[in-house]
């Protein structure tokens, strides 16, 4: 009896870490309401934590995925330098700021969605200059 109860739970624990592991991120279409969405959010998280005065606005898209039963969004993008200012309004107007203070990065972000609360939480990101 004791061995059929340690098998069924070596099943189950069996049964729980490939089902996990299915929850993989899947590629999605970055016209995606609820993408886009964490992509503003992300850009505008990453400028309130810049310690630089000019605003960084997105300039391309490199991957979007979503986990897999969630509405979490792994996110590749690749953010410019502006001549505004953090603050400034309709950022994504403004122009790249050119040589010499020109400045490009890409920037991974882990976002976990709950739009229907507007509520967005950053779990990861990672910045390195191209």
């Not at 690749?78 to 920037?107: A, F, M, W, Y």
Request: with cysteine; hydrophobic share 45%.
């Amino acid at each position: 009896m004791f061995l059929k109860a340690t098998l069924l739970l070596g099943l189950a624990v069996l049964g729980i870490h490939v089902w996990a592991i299915e929850m993989e991120f899947v590629d999605i279409s970055k016209d995606l309401d609820y993408f886009a969405v964490s992509v503003e959010f992300a850009v505008a998280w990453f400028n309130s934590g810049n310690t630089e005065e000019q605003a960084y606005k997105l300039l391309e898209v490199r991957r979007a995925q979503q986990k897999s039963w969630t509405m979490i969004y792994l996110m590749e993008l690749d953010l410019g330098r502006t001549v505004c200012k953090k603050h400034d309004e309709d950022i994504d107007k403004c122009p790249l700021q050119e040589s010499p203070g020109e400045r490009k990065l890409n920037c991974t972000f882990i976002v976990d969605s709950r739009p229907w609360f507007t509520q967005f939480t950053l779990l990861n990101s990672t910045c390195q200059q191209i």
